[in-house]
């Protein structure tokens, strides 16, 4: 049999918390009613009720939220006013009021930062120029730190790289002089200077590429006017007959350039005409010579060698 009078005052204690705006304790209260006397509907009634009160007081809270930070949103403190509605948003997760306004919130927040962001590089970027222009032996200095003050950030490690790449073209266009002479130990010194600022530097590849290129041309034409003149001077000494020295100077240009076929073909006659040439000197020497050696050998015999 129920207890009607037990229900009554179970419900009065439930309606105390009510009207105290002790939600929690009566809507658990009200749960174990349910659980215990599940045919007793108006405990049912009751949840529900309590519901309603939640979501009318949770609604009139949200409210209130929403009216106190209407100045933050003239004065655009955009993170505020985020940090508050995810709060919010926790207590009432299917509230699309909230939803729109976190959206919104998000999106302000977005473009602020962006511009926040453009206005710090554009800051960054005239105060670098500055010291590149007044005092360009500072300028490592000031990136280092700017770099150790933002760990991380990749705008300023794009500001940093191009303030480098800066600095190497300044110091490339103070050398221009250096830079067209031949004087390619000190330029490549220079060079190794330069990769201590950037060693990955494109515009550093691309000027050593330059150098040795040039470098190369010189050579070439360098090797180019010696061999020539080289060639000229063996048909000289060809005619005069200086086979030796012809044969030097091919061996000297083929040390140059080992293909060079002309040097090659003279190389050969100036050998042969060579031999040629010391066989009958020595010949020649032995006749002019004969008379005073057949005196000797009669005088003394020893002297000579018998083969």
Known sequence: MANFAYFDQLEQKINFFLTEKKYKEAFNLCKEAIVLYPDEGRFVKIKNRIEQAVESENEKIIQEKLDQIKPLWKEEKYLEILKILKALLAGSPNNNKLKNLYLKGENAYRKQYEKLKEEFKNQQRKRLNETLE??????????????????????????????????????????????????????????DELRKIDKFSRRIQDLEQAIKTRKLEGEITQTKEYV????????????????????????????????????????????????????????????????????????????????
Not at 158 to 168: G, P
């Open 134 to 191: 007044k005092n360009p032996g500072q300028l490592l200095d000031e990136l280092f730190t700017l770099e150790k003050e933002n760990p991380g950030n990749q705008e300023v490690k794009n500001i940093v790289l191009e303030m480098e790449d800066k600095l190497i073209a300044n110091k490339i266009a103070g050398k221009k002089e250096l830079l067209e002479s031949n004087k390619y130990d000190v330029i490549e010194n220079f060079i």
């Open 228 to 307: 020539y003149g080289g060639e000229k001077y063996l048909d000289t000494l060809m005619k005069l007959e200086k086979f030796d020295k012809a044969i030097q100077v091919c061996e000297e240009i083929l040390k140059v350039n080992p293909n060079n076929q002309l040097a090659k073909e003279i190389l050969e006659k100036a050998e042969e005409k060579y031999h040629r040439q010391v066989k009958y000197q020595t010949a020649e020497a032995i006749l002019k010579n004969y008379p005073t050696l057949k005196t000797e050998y009669k005088q003394d015999k020893n002297k000579f060698i018998k083969l």
